[in-house]
């Protein structure tokens, strides 16, 4: 170290950092699992130090400004990423679980629970979940909020379209239409 005035002594490392930084980089990826082996024996120790430290410096407003302005600086990188990120099983689940309390106030055991009840069964077409290639969805009374059961895409689609309309003018309708084939 050539100097002990702290402005002088930081620009002498900054010039040494930019000097040396293909040499360093080399030397940390000769090292990288010797490195990695280390950091998390260390975080592993210093769990109140490392929950203190992302409490301090990730949940700022500085940080969610700058994380917002990459965001939109690289929306490509950022998509993939999202893309990537939501395939995770442990993701889909969490967000499926999220989505049931929000939504619907129920939680997976719940839905786990209903789903054994109808045997993994629309409630009412009766086709069988591995059938529809795709999840069942829970069926809930608009206005009061009270979840029904679980049923099929097509079936609570329907049952949705159906509750909104005038319930007596569908049945005119199909009458006379009926009548018309006749």
């Not at 082996?37 to 260390?42: A, L």
């Not at 939501?86 to 889909?92: A, G, H, L, S």
């Not at 929000?102 to 979940?129: P, S, T, V, W």
């Not at 829970?138 to 329907?158: E, F, I, P, Y």
């Amino acid at each position: 170290m050539p100097n002990k005035d702290p402005i002088k002594q930081k620009e002498y490392y900054r010039q040494y950092n930019i000097l040396n930084f293909e040499k360093r980089k080399q030397q940390r990826l000769a090292r990288k699992d010797e490195i990695k082996k280390y950091m998390k024996k260390w975080r592993k120790e210093n769990k109140e130090h490392v929950i203190q430290y992302r409490k301090d410096n990730y949940n700022t407003k500085e940080n969610t400004e700058y994380c917002k302005k990459r965001q939109e600086k690289y929306p490509e990188y950022y998509a993939k990423y999202r893309k990537k990120y939501n395939r995770r099983k442990n993701v889909i689940a969490r967000k499926r679980e999220n989505n049931l309390k929000k939504k619907y106030r129920i939680d997976l055991k719940d839905y786990n629970k209903m789903f054994k009840e109808q045997k993994g069964r629309c409630a009412i077409c009766n086709k069988h979940e591995k059938k529809l290639n795709t999840i069942l969805y829970v069926d809930h009374c608009h206005r009061t909020n009270q979840v029904r059961g679980l049923l099929c895409n097509r079936c609570n689609s329907g049952l949705g379209y159906y509750e909104d309309f005038d319930k007596n003018a569908v049945e005119k309708y199909l009458k006379k239409y009926r009548n018309k084939l006749n």
